[in-house]
Nanobody
């Protein structure tokens, strides 16, 4: 089992930046693909980015050019650098772990509790 805790969310102005962190514990972090999703009120959970065990990445169109996912296997941590944030990026952001990279929530067995990101206009 993998336990994950997100941090780094908060309130930021339109055009600002945040870096989210997701610290994992439990079974070997390096053996999992990791991903970031977000969920706004009244909407479905949305895929943002995923990174494989070896560092390969896939991004949603909404994240390309503004968000960057990375991982540090020595620290059992995955990051999401978010730049040029917009009010429509306001949501709860979740990290997830699974056997392979995927854009689908059902492919990830382990989830963090989420961290709130609010972008003011």
């Amino acid at each position: 089992q993998v336990r994950m805790v997100e941090s780094g969310g908060g309130l930021v102005q339109d055009g600002g930046s945040l870096r989210l962190s997701c610290a994992a514990s439990g079974r070997s972090f390096s053996s999992y693909a990791m991903a970031w999703f977000r969920q706004a009120p009244g909407k479905e959970r949305e895929f943002l980015a995923t990174i494989s065990r070896t560092g390969g990445t896939i991004y949603a169109d909404s994240a390309k050019g503004r968000f960057a996912i990375s991982r540090d296997n020595a620290k059992d941590t995955v990051y999401l650098q978010m730049n040029n944030l917009k009010p429509e990026d306001t949501a709860v952001y979740f990290c997830a772990a699974g056997p392979l990279t995927s854009v689908r929530t059902t492919q990830y067995a382990y989830w963090g509790q989420g961290t709130q990101v609010t972008v003011s206009s």
